[in-house]
Structure formats: C-alpha cells, structure tokens
C-alpha cells in the first residue's frame, strides 16, 4: 500500500500546523522566534507563550487568551486574528478530509461545512466585497501549500474526465479499475475532486488494498444514487457506507472547487484541496500531476484541461514535457476532435513523443508507463 510522506517530515521547517508541532518545538528549542503558526488553537498553552520568545514570530489565525496575544505582540509577533462567523477557516494548515467537509450530513447536505461555505461564497461574491476576497484568496494559498506539503516527493498521475458520468455504468466501473490499477503501480492519483469520473478514479484508489470483491460491492451500492442529482445527501451517503464498511482505504487527491458550487466533492479522496478560485484550482492540479495526465471522455471543462496540460508541455515552461494519454479515439477525434490539434500542436516538439490515444480504458497505464520511461 502507498502512503504519503509524514505530513511534518516535508513541510517548511518553520511551520507549526498542529498543538503536537507546537508543543514538540517549545520543549525542543525553547524558543519560537521566526516561527509561523498556522490555524493551532493555543488558547490552553498561554503559560507556554508567556515564558516564550516570539520575536519575529507570525501567528496566522490561532486563537489565545488575551494576555497572551498582548505579550507574543510585545515581543514584536505578528497576530493575525481568527475570523469570526466564517464557514471555513482561511489560515488552515492542512487539507480537508472527506469527514470534515461531509460533516453534518445526517441531517442533509445542507448542512454540511461544504454547502456553508458555498453559500457564504455565493453571498459575498455578490457583494463585492474586499474583505471576503481576500479571505477566498488566503484560504486558496494556504490550501495550496498545504497540497505541496502533501505531495513533495511523490509521484502524481492525473485523472481528468467529466461529472457527467453516472455511478453503475460500465464506464464509471472502468475509470474505477484505471485508479486502482495507477495507485497499486505506486502513483498516487489525483483528480479534480467531484462526482462522475473524478469519484470513480478517486474510488478506484481507494479500492487498491482490497480485492476484485470490494469493487465490484462497492460499484453496486452506489449505483443505489447514481447521480447527485436530486439529492446530494443520499449520493453522498452512499459513499460514506462504502467507506464504512471498508474502511482502510489508500490515499489519493481530489482538488475541486466551490466555483461549481453546485457540484459536490466525492468521498474517496482521501486529501481534499478545496478552492474558491476554479483558475488556481485548474492550474494547480495539472501542474502538480508530475507523472502525467489520464484524459477520459469529458466535455468543455476536460477540452480545456488538455490544453491547459498541452500549453506547458508545449513550451517546456514546466521543464520536461509530461506524459497525456487520451482515452476513447471517436470521442477525441470524432465528437470533440482534440486529438489532431494536440498531434498538430506536438509536431516536431519534445512534447510529440508524450502523447498517446487509446481506444480503451485498460490500455491506458501501459501508455502512460511507455510515455513516461
């Protein structure tokens, strides 16, 4: 089975993301001078922050007592308060799990921080408001560096394809054996997160510990809600008794955005890094995908992805052009004819051997392996 890294042995040696990090760094050094201290709730370590030099040291949404807010900025700390009343929190340190945004759902998805937060997004956006815009935004960069802390290291497949593609199809099943057979190969997948083909590659991830039993049981009790649509509570509950019933699942990444709101994060993702901004959102799963991009059939959005992939590739701004594999010939040359201005495009370009078109789903990870080396 493939973990990632310890979540402290790669981020910034600086970072303090959680009670045991601050704890472990007092008693070690005795000193928090230049440390930052990301979203930790210190309101029982004030005995610690009294006896304590914070100078230089940056405090990004950790609650304290007033005393000892009053002396870590005598110090010459700087304090960035907790925001009060917001669904989220901008300053977080680490990503979201499926628990955490799904939180609330037994009493509908309404509830849930994922369906708050979107609802607090819809608001202000229309508002206009600079203050709700520069949350969105600090919460975007810190999800972002909570996904590179996350991935350093590891080796990212990227599995691209459209929300369209029901739960029980034969399809749905394919793009869940291509996730599992990626990550038993020792990548780990990412996706942008919501339902269709994201969840069923995401769910293929999740599968890869256990046998062909597993996911062949788990694909017909989600068939139960094929879509999330008209009710995400019972789609996404599905997938939570999935994930009861087995419950030791492997790792892999979803990335999926409060932009289409409408669409919900799948379950399987063990690490989600939710966006407000779709363009950081966009950007950032494509160029985290290091080991290459799997490109199902999709509509609008998975076109603009390949492009998206192809311009870097094109130009080696991201250094080595990446491995693309498109799945389904009629679809990418016949319905969307994408694939003859990708070869167009790659002609005579590094980028030419890097790119591949299947017929079939299966046929897929040799490609990949034959484009990568």
């Known amino acids: 089975m493939q973990t990632m890294p310890a979540h402290a042995a790669h981020h910034d040696d600086r ?45 990004l949404g950790c609650p304290m ?37 799904f939180a609330g759902l037994d009493k509908g998805y309404e509830e849930t921080l994922d369906a708050r937060a979107y609802a607090w997004f819809q608001q202000t956006k229309a508002d206009g408001d600079i203050f709700a815009s520069m949350l969105r935004s600090i919460h975007d960069d810190a999800v972002s560096d909570a996904l590179d802390e996350l991935l350093r290291g590891t080796r990212v497949v990227g599995v691209m394809g459209g929300h369209a593609m029901a739960r029980g199809t034969e399809a749905y099943a394919g793009a869940a054996r291509l996730g599992r057979e990626l990550t038993r190969s020792g990548l780990t997948v990412a ?16 599968a890869a510990p256990y046998d062909d039993g597993m996911l062949t049981e788990s694909l017909r009790l989600l068939a139960k809600a094929p879509k999330f649509t008209p009710s995400i509570t019972d789609w996404a ?7 009861a019933r087995w419950p030791k699942g492997d790792t892999s990444v979803g990335i999926p955005t409060w932009f289409y709101g409408h669409e919900p994060p799948n379950p399987f993702a063990s690490h989600i890094a939710k966006y407000f901004a779709n363009a950081t959102r966009e950007d950032g799963l494509l160029a985290r995908s290091n080991a290459g991009v799997v490109f199902l059939p999709g509509a609008a959005g998975t076109v603009q992805e390949i492009f998206d992939n ?19 010939r009629a679809h990418w040359t016949e319905r969307l004819p994408t694939w003859p201005l990708l070869t167009a495009l790659a002609r005579e370009r590094s980028m030419e051997s890097r790119i591949a078109l299947v017929d079939r789903i299966e046929e897929a990870p040799a490609a990949l392996k034959r484009l990568g080396g």
């Open 191 to 206: 996706t942008g997160g919501g339902p269709g083909a994201m969840e069923a590659a995401n769910l293929g991830a999740y």
């Open 15 to 59: 970072e303090i993301e959680t009670l045991d990090e601050f704890d472990a760094t007092v008693s070690a050094r005795g000193t928090l001078v230049g440390f930052r201290v990301q979203a930790v709730d210190l309101t029982d370590r004030t005995r610690e922050l009294l006896a304590t030099d914070t100078a230089g040291a940056i405090f």
């Open 310 to 328: 192809a311009t870097p590739n094109y130009y080696e701004s991201r250094g080595e052009p990446t491995p693309m594999v498109l799945v389904d």
């Open 237 to 243: 509950a599905a997938a939570f008794e999935v994930r």
């Open 65 to 101: 007592r007033d005393d000892a807010a009053a002396k870590v900025r005598a110090d010459g700390a700087l304090v960035f308060p907790p925001v009060p009343n917001l669904p989220f929190d901008p300053y977080r340190g680490l990503l979201y799990a499926p628990d955490e945004l």
